[in-house]
């Protein structure tokens, strides 16, 4: 497995935090008119359902999702300090284990979650696998 330099892990917090700050705004309201724009959607579904075509909306949950995204990727796929080789099979017991336990999760939900909300508990699982693999590895690095 390719891993990003131990280096790039120091901006991982940053641009994670920098993110739960952007989502905490967005879900407060706050959205800054310079981030209104015009963008191309394959699917548009708000009052009405519009495909293929140019919408106006605010960017604000998106850079939330990007600050977060990148930040989380930054955390996960980097290096450690002091990286040997026995790191790679213990990111592979804590991947296995992070997608067994988000299966799991993920079929409990589908059978008490009905209607769209799915759509936003698909999206929680998918932060709770990246998040229990990356704290699974972590366990398993102390442990040993």
Same mark, same amino acid.
């Not at 990148?70 to 980097?78: D, N, Q, R, S």
């Given at each position: 497995?390719?891993?990003?330099?131990?280096?790039? %892990? %120091?901006?991982?917090? *940053?641009?994670?935090?920098?993110?739960?700050?952007?989502?905490?705004?967005?879900?407060?309201?706050?959205?800054?008119? +310079?981030?209104?724009? %015009?963008? *191309?959607?394959?699917?548009?579904?708000?009052?009405?359902?519009?495909?293929?075509?140019?919408?106006?909306?605010?960017?604000?949950?998106?850079?939330?999702?990007?600050?977060?995204?990148?930040?989380?990727?930054?955390?996960? *796929?980097? /290096?450690? /300090?002091?990286?040997?080789?026995?790191?790679?099979?213990?990111?592979? /017991?804590?991947?296995? +284990?992070?997608?067994?336990?988000?299966?799991?999760?993920?079929?409990?939900?589908?059978?008490?979650?009905?209607?769209?909300?799915?759509?936003?508990?698909?999206?929680?699982?998918?932060?709770?696998?990246?998040?229990?693999?990356?704290?699974?590895?972590?366990?398993?690095?102390?442990? %040993?």
């Amino acid at each position: 497995m390719t891993l990003l330099n131990y280096n790039y %892990k %120091k901006y991982s917090t *940053f641009l994670i935090l920098l993110g739960l700050v952007v989502l905490y705004l967005y879900l407060q309201g706050v959205r800054p008119i +310079w981030l209104d724009i %015009k963008t *191309f959607a394959i699917v548009s579904t708000y009052m009405e359902s519009r495909y293929f075509q140019f919408i106006s909306t605010n960017l604000m949950d998106e850079l939330a999702l990007i600050l977060l995204c990148t930040g989380i990727y930054l955390l996960v *796929f980097t /290096k450690e /300090k002091n990286e040997i080789s026995a790191f790679q099979t213990l990111r592979l /017991k804590a991947f296995m +284990w992070a997608l067994k336990s988000s299966l799991i999760c993920f079929l409990i939900l589908y059978l008490l979650f009905y209607g769209y909300i799915i759509f936003a508990a698909t999206t929680g699982i998918i932060i709770f696998f990246i998040m229990s693999y990356y704290l699974y590895f972590r366990y398993l690095i102390i442990k %040993k």
